[in-house]
């Protein structure tokens, strides 16, 4: 999801071999967009995989760099903050 022609790369892969192939994307959609997923989708992907760590954001904050993890404690001090 970061390179930012991964809608025209998803177009090429299929029109490789006339479509025969089978794209997949595996992410962890943080850049995911309603668009993105229309660009996606109008490109021919076949399939996305969404990897998570967790469904426990207590459990998924353990590295400081995971932007799940910063989103989760921006969203914690807002609410301690009224």
């Known amino acids: 999801m ?22 997949t994307l595996i992410t962890n959609a943080f850049k995911l967009t309603p668009e993105l997923v229309d660009g996606l989708n109008d490109a021919g992907l076949d399939c996305m995989q969404v990897s998570i760590d967790t469904i ?17 404690r921006s969203s ?7």
């Not at 390179?3 to 192939?21: S, T, Y």
């Not at 426990?56 to 989760?72: K, L, M």
């Open 2 to 23: 970061l390179h930012p022609d991964v809608v025209a790369i998803v177009r090429r892969l299929k029109q490789v071999r006339h479509g025969v192939n089978f794209v």
């Open 56 to 72: 426990d954001p207590r459990r998924g904050c353990r590295s400081r760099s995971n932007p799940y993890c910063r989103a989760w």
């Open 76 to 82: 914690r001090r807002r609410r301690a903050s009224g």
